[in-house]
């Protein structure tokens, strides 16, 4: 417990503290945000603002699990490592695009094929890491079985090792392709992303303390062993998740409207990784439909949009997507479609750790 609430603290004041002198270092760096000449007209007032955002938070993250970890003397153990290998790996690629597009000027960075290549190799490298190791129980960080509140029946292993191996790995690259790129495009508001972030991580900062609470142990009866959850290190992914929360709040402080600093695609790619790898470590990947449901809206919204697009010819359903572009083209003030968007945000996250703790009181 102390681990966890140092590792939250020491990355919220890293990022509120440091944030304004790694602004004047991008200042000076040339990394600035290129706006969109077709996006809304009055974006093109944050032309030039600090971006690449995401390097303070995955650096805050990364200095401060450690720090804790070490303060308090608690081993660290592989799954909170694979988390973080997740969200540097990336945040890196993240910062590619990012790159490429202030030295280019442009709004297009990586090419679309290029950063699902970069996504595909690290949660490729993730999923085959993902279940090695297995501790003195036999159990890896993460599960070849579908997920939902808890293993189903469903195992792709029952296909053989080889091509089970190859279905994992594929399962994992759309679960983090589909969370990765779902942040992104709702990182297109002051704070958006960073505040319904912090909702949908800090639920997984619920589900894995509840997890260690419940976790299997020797000699339980077969009715404890029901109720309790077979996830490995659950405790270690909270405390990691609390040090991404404790990041995204003090880099919100600069982000928030009037934003004095952007994510980028290094902060939106990087948290998306964590949130994933967190989903699928914690062995709640499709609860991701309710916890990350914000990320759903705003890509699934893109998604028909083009479909739309293309079957008719040139009509759009929304007057820009995502969908956040829509209602600020209708006439909502910023701020207000960031605040309502985290709304419903909440009450999302809130119906996933509801349908997590309402599975288990219903196993009593």
């Excluded at 991008?26 to 032309?47: E, N, T, V």
């Excluded at 995204?248 to 790898?277: E, H, M, Q, R, Y």
Aim: charged share 10%.
């Amino acid at each position: 417990m102390r681990a966890l609430l140092m590792a939250g603290a020491f990355s919220l004041v890293f990022t509120l503290a440091l944030t304004p002198l790694f602004i004047r270092l991008f200042h000076k760096l040339g990394w600035g945000q290129f706006i969109r000449d077709d996006g809304p007209q009055s974006h093109h007032a944050k032309r030039g603002t600090a971006t690449m955002g995401g390097i303070i938070i995955i650096i805050g993250t990364v200095a401060s699990y450690f720090s804790a970890m070490w303060i308090t003397g608690t081993p660290i153990p592989m799954s909170p490592l694979l988390v973080l290998f997740m969200m540097v790996g990336l945040g890196f690629v993240g910062f590619i695009d990012d790159f490429l597009k202030t030295r280019n000027q442009r709004s297009l960075g990586l090419g679309g094929w290029a950063k699902v290549g970069g996504q595909v190799i690290v949660a490729s490298t993730f999923a085959l890491i993902s279940i090695q190791f297995p501790n003195l129980n036999g159990v890896t960080p993460a599960s070849t079985k579908i997920s939902l509140l808890r293993d189903l029946p469903l195992d792709f292993m029952q296909l053989g090792a080889i091509v089970g191996t190859i279905l994992f790995v594929i399962w994992i690259c759309l679960i983090v392709a589909a969370t990765s790129n779902g942040v992104n495009v709702t990182d297109g508001l002051d704070g958006l992303a960073t505040g319904s972030s912090i909702l949908s991580i800090g639920a997984f900062i619920v589900i894995g303390f509840w997890q260690s609470n419940q976790a299997r142990f020797g000699g339980a009866d077969i009715a404890d062993l029901y109720r309790s959850y077979d996830v490995r290190d659950p405790l270690d992914l909270a405390i990691v998740a609390a040090a991404i929360v404790g990041g995204l709040v003090g880099f919100l402080w600069w982000n928030t409207s009037p934003a004095k600093i952007f994510l980028g695609d290094t902060g939106s790619l990087a948290i998306g990784g964590a949130l994933a790898a967190l989903a699928i470590l914690s062995r709640t990947e499709l609860l991701l439909v309710l916890i990350g449901g914000l990320f759903v809206i705003e890509a699934g919204s893109v998604i028909v949009q083009r479909a739309y697009f293309k079957l008719t010819r040139g009509k759009r359903i929304f007057l820009m997507s995502p969908i956040h572009h829509h209602f600020e083209l209708k006439g909502w003030a910023e701020v207000t479609v960031v605040v309502r968007f985290w709304i419903v945000g909440g009450l999302l996250v809130a119906a996933g750790v509801g349908t997590f703790y309402l599975e288990w009181l219903a196993s009593l």
